[in-house]
Structures are given as structure tokens and as C-alpha cells.
T-cell receptor, first 115, second 114 residues
């Protein structure tokens, strides 16, 4: 079956511009996660959606970052006024029920480069 | 704060050598533990996980890991590596009371020479 998909695969933008990154989770998965992987760093949690519950936004690094999930499916991560330190690979994952023991299935990521 | 430590950033082995990658975490409560692998050009995928029961868990491709609660460790092992095991390996921890969120280590790049 189809896995998690993300678009675009690569995004180059200029400092100060806004960007939107999209994630399509596996059909039927109620939980969706965004992580960021910077050069030489592990994966850093950003935000987590579980069903109709309020999202866990505790990992967002600043108020320039926001995310939404429409209809319990597709999610968009928006970064406003991008900075060079935002350059990273942004990974999306989904899991069946959002429980701690669930396997998270990762997408291919979006590589963001801020010039 | 939750932290996950992977002791080796880059490991280089010859084929048929044995592998052990260390992972330690700092949370004292109930945990779920994972090893993910990223092969060159591919997505992150699950290698194995522990959430209850036998602390020795077996995963895909002959990998296994042992959860030692007293040492806050979840080391990954394979008795005989292959060239195709060349990849980056990530240890991840979920706090049992925090739904979903994973805390990742920085990863270990494994290079296996044929």
C-alpha cells in the first residue's frame, strides 16, 4: 500500500520568504508527526496530531512555525520569514493510533535550503 | 529533559564482523524503545522495538537489541554484518506517558567494507 508522501522533495528559498511543506499520511492512520533533521543532528520533534485532539506543539522552535491538519488527513507545515538556521530535512511520520508503542512510518522528507 | 545518547557517530567494520551500537536514555519512567535505520537514499524504517515482555527483541535482517532497565540502555547487535547493512542507525525513546512523541539520538553511521 501507499506510504507517507511529502512534497516538495526539495525546496530552495530566500531568507525572509514563507514556505509550506505538505504531508500525506498513510490512509487510516490517526496520528501524524513532524520532525526536523539538521546536519549532524538527530531528529528533533516539532509537532504531533492525534485524531481530533489539540495538537502537541511543544517542539515548535519559534512562532514562525505552524502546522495544521485538515480533515484528519493531510498536514501542512508552514514556516514564515524563513531564516538560514531553518535549513534542514523536514520529516513527516504517521502511526495507526498514536500510542507510544506504535511504529511510526516516515516519509521521504522535504529538504529545505534557505539562502 | 529527555535525552538519548548514541555513543558512536561513525562505525567502520569489515563484513562478517560483529556489531554493537550503544544507546542510553535519561528518562526514569516507563519507556518504549526503538531502533530505526535509514539506508542510503531510502526512508527511515523500523528495525525493531521494545514496549513490554522479553527484554531481548529481534528485528529484521538479523538485528537484535536488549533492554537493560538498570542501565537505561537499549543496545543494538548483529553477530555478522553484511555490506548491505551500511546505513545510518537511530535509537529513539518514547516516554510511556507521552503519547506518540519520539526522542531520537543523533544517529550512528555504519560503514561495512566488503
Amino acid at each position: 500500500g501507499a506510504g507517507v508522501s511529502q512534497s516538495p522533495s526539495n525546496k530552495v528559498t530566500e531568507k525572509g520568504k514563507d514556505v509550506e511543506l505538505r504531508c500525506d499520511p498513510i490512509s487510516g492512520h490517526t496520528a501524524l508527526y513532524w520532525y526536523r533533521q539538521s546536519l549532524g543532528q538527530g531528529l528533533e520533534f516539532l509537532i504531533y496530531f492525534q485524531g481530533n485532539s489539540a495538537p502537541d506543539k511543544s517542539g515548535l522552535p519559534s512562532d514562525r512555525f505552524s502546522a495544521e491538519r485538515t480533515g484528519g488527513s493531510v498536514s501542512t507545515l508552514t514556516i514564515q520569514r524563513t531564516q538560514q538556521e531553518d535549513s534542514a530535512v523536514y520529516l513527516c511520520a504517521s502511526s495507526p493510533a498514536g500510542q507510544g508503542s506504535d511504529t511510526q512510518y516516515f516519509g521521504p522528507g522535504t529538504r529545505l535550503t534557505v539562502l | 529533559a529527555q535525552s538519548v545518547s548514541q555513543h558512536n557517530h561513525h562505525v567502520i567494520l569489515s563484513e562478517a564482523a560483529s556489531l554493537e551500537l550503544g544507546c542510553n536514555y535519561s528518562y526514569g519512567g516507563t519507556v518504549n524503545l526503538f531502533w530505526y535505520v535509514q539506508y542510503p537514499g531510502q526512508h527511515l524504517q523500523l528495525l525493531l522495538k521494545y514496549f513490554s515482555g522479553d527484554p531481548l527483541v529481534k528485528g529484521i535482517k538479523g538485528f537484535e537489541a536488549e533492554f537493560i532497565k538498570s542501565k537505561f540502555s537499549f543496545n543494538l547487535r548483529k553477530p555478522s554484518v553484511q555490506w548491505s547493512d551500511t546505513a545510518e542507525y537511530f535509537c529513539a525513546v518514547n516516554r510511556g506517558s507521552t503519547l506518540g512523541r519520539l526522542y531520537f539520538g543523533r544517529g550512528t553511521q555504519l560503514t561495512v567494507w566488503p
